[in-house]
T-cell receptor, first 111, second 111 residues
Framework: RKEVEQDPGPFNVPEGATVAFNCTYS??????FFWYRQDCRKEPKLLMS???SGNEDGRFTAQLNRASQYISLLIRDSKLSDSATYLC????????????FGRGTSLIVHP | NAGVTQTPKFQVLKTGQSMTLQCAQD?????MSWYRQDPGMGLRLIHY???????DQGEVPNGYNVSRSTTEDFPLRLLSAAPSQTSVYFC??????????FGQGTRLTVV
């Protein structure tokens, strides 16, 4: 089983749609979690951290389910500019220096 | 605030040539790492460092060397370039428990 797994997609949605991605992780001792966004041929950039209580940033909501070992990202009212690859990142126990990246989920928002 | 700076942005090498990819960060982060990203493969860890003078191998270290003589710099050396090393290379840095910051990437082609 891979340490961090994501559905590669692509998720093809119309503007204004709500879309959700999940990411599962295998290490139950994992400590910190993040969602990154990567545009084509660019470096990954932090979208948001994921907190135990869940957190929201505008149209984006991230949640953590430790019991089932997954994190989720919900995007409401999708925009064309949301088209990108979304990477799930998990840091291990004790602030492990090796963050583990999922392979990413591709989102395409069309008019 | 420069963040993570990678050079060069693009490079073409002939098989058997050697070169060094440069990475520097100005955030005083302890942890630095090198990844390669190939289509459909996600980010794969090549080498990482937890502080000056300390380095270790990641998932795909063969054909690459690193050193960390200062906190700021973490160069990646290709010893004898092979076509299989054609890829996009990203350097990243982070502090304990924090998110990773990436350089803009180096697009390397080995012919």
């Amino acid at each position: 089983r891979k340490e961090v797994e994501q559905d590669p997609g692509p998720f093809n949605v119309p503007e204004g749609a709500t879309v959700a991605f999940n990411c599962t992780y295998s290490n139950s001792a994992s400590q910190s979690f993040f969602w990154y966004r990567q545009d084509c041929r660019k470096e990954p950039k932090l979208l948001m951290s994921v907190y135990s209580s869940g957190n929201e940033d505008g149209r984006f909501t991230a949640q953590l389910n430790r019991a089932s070992q997954y994190i989720s990202l919900l995007i409401r009212d999708s925009k064309l500019s949301d088209s990108a690859t979304y990477l799930c990142v998990v840091n291990g126990a004790g602030g492990s220096y090796i963050p583990t990246f999922g392979r990413g989920t591709s989102l395409i928002v069309h008019p | 605030n420069a963040g993570v700076t990678q050079t060069p942005k693009f490079q073409v090498l002939k098989t058997g040539q050697s070169m060094t990819l440069q990475c520097a960060q100005d955030m005083n982060h302890e942890y630095m790492s090198w990844y390669r990203q190939d289509p459909g493969m996600g980010l794969r860890l090549i080498h990482y460092s937890v502080g000056a003078g300390i380095t270790d191998q990641g998932e795909v270290p063969n054909g690459y060397n690193v050193s960390r003589s200062t906190t700021e710099d973490f160069p990646l050396r290709l010893l004898s370039a092979a076509p299989s090393q054609t890829s996009v290379y990203f350097c990243a840095s982070r502090r304990t428990g924090g998110e990773a910051f990436f350089g803009q990437g180096t697009r390397l082609t080995v012919v």
